[in-house]
């Protein structure tokens, strides 16, 4: 069984910094593409940024200059580094992973089950 876990969620004050990680655990054969995703009250999710397996990134105009997505291969794991933090960056924030799992031939995607990130005064 596979399982992605998020954690370092919190509540922080405007300007202030946050790290989320993500872990897949369990049986994996390969990792593609990694990314964060987040959902305000009322929104739909959207992505935030993602990483390739070769570090190749990609963010969302809203966060570009203050967020930062990495992964670290050998712990089959992705960070996402979070400065300056805005009121508006308040929401649940999901890890994606696409997985190569035993048995199959494709990638397939898996959701984490969230972490809350409120930026407050």
């Known amino acids: 069984q596979v399982q992605v876990v998020e954690s370092g969620g919190g509540l922080v004050q405007p300007g202030e910094s946050l790290r989320l990680s993500c872990a897949a655990n369990g049986s994996i054969v390969g990792i593609g593409i990694m990314g964060w995703y987040r959902q305000a009250p009322g929104k739909q999710r959207e992505l935030v940024a993602r990483i390739t397996s070769r570090a190749s990134t990609t963010y969302a105009d809203s966060v570009k200059g203050r967020f930062t997505i990495s992964r670290d291969n050998a712990k089959n794991a992705v960070y996402l580094q979070m400065n300056s933090l805005k009121p508006d960056d308040t929401a649940v924030y999901y890890c994606?992973?696409?997985?190569?799992?035993?048995?199959?031939?494709?990638?397939?995607?898996?959701w984490g089950q969230g972490t809350l990130v409120t930026v407050s005064s």
């Open positions: 994606n992973a696409n997985l190569l799992v035993p048995s199959t031939t494709r990638y397939l995607e898996y």
